[in-house]
């Protein structure tokens, strides 16, 4: 097992009531199966994802600093330590 942190910004505290949390994952597991296993409510998973396993747009996700970009980030392996975070994206002017 593995143990990743996963910080919630903006709604995102409210949708999952906490700022923060730590999970323990399989070794293998990707950043999609972290993603399906917060999002464990009908309400939550509406926040997430836009359908399926899709994210929606205005959801941002950054593993470890780096922001996860396209379908295919969703597959990126996750480490132990790895820091997950998951906040609505931001437009400014």
Not at 12 to 19: E, L, Q
Not at 60 to 75: A, D
């Amino acid at each position: 097992m593995i143990r990743i942190k996963v910080k919630f910004f903006g709604p995102f505290r409210d949708v999952f009531g906490s700022r923060e949390i730590e999970l323990d994952l399989p070794v293998d597991a990707r950043l999609r199966e972290l993603l399906l296993r917060i999002a464990d409510a009908p309400e939550r998973q509406k926040e997430i994802f836009a359908g399926g396993e899709t994210l929606h747009p205005h959801v941002v996700i950054m593993q470890n600093g780096l922001p996860v970009q396209g379908p295919g980030g969703l597959e990126n392996p996750l480490q132990a330590g790895d820091v997950i975070a998951i906040f609505p994206f931001m437009g400014g002017g």
